[in-house]
């Protein structure tokens, strides 16, 4: 089993920068593919970007392209997003999403259901 905690939200003007932090505890001896997503009120969760267990292949969904960089640190158990020229409409809970994989599992899924544990979230507000 894996425990995630997010970290790093919180209030950015239009054009700043966050780094988001998903550090990971538990079964951490065993390799897991990273998913971000996040959640607006009234609208429904989406995909923002993950990682695979060796870091070798990432994905991106498209209202995020060019502008957030995912990357991991195994070392330290952690993931990060890096968030590039906010926009008003990437304010959203973040959260981040763990699924066993072993390192031939190549490539990884911006969806949901492909991801088994979660993390409470952390707040990113964009705005002036």
């Known amino acids: 089993q894996l425990q995630l905690v997010e970290s790093g939200g919180g209030l950015v003007q239009p054009g700043g920068s966050l780094r988001l932090s998903c550090a990971a505890s538990g079964f951490t001896s065993g390799y897991y593919a990273i998913g971000w997503f996040r959640q607006a009120p009234g609208k429904e969760r989406e995909g923002v970007s993950c990682?695979?267990?060796?870091?070798?292949?990432?994905n991106y969904g498209d209202s995020v392209k060019g502008r957030f960089t995912i990357s991991r640190d195994n070392a330290k158990n952690t993931v990060y997003l890096q968030m590039n020229d906010l926009k008003p409409e990437d304010t959203a809970v973040y959260s981040c999403?763990?699924?066993?994989?072993?390192?031939?599992?190549?490539?990884?899924?911006?969806?949901?259901?492909?991801?088994?544990?979660w993390g409470q979230g952390t707040q990113v507000t964009v705005s002036s």
């Open positions: 999403a763990a699924v066993h994989r072993p390192l031939y599992a190549r490539g990884c899924l911006v969806r949901s259901a492909e991801y088994a544990y």
């Open positions: 990682i695979s267990s060796g870091g070798g292949s990432t």
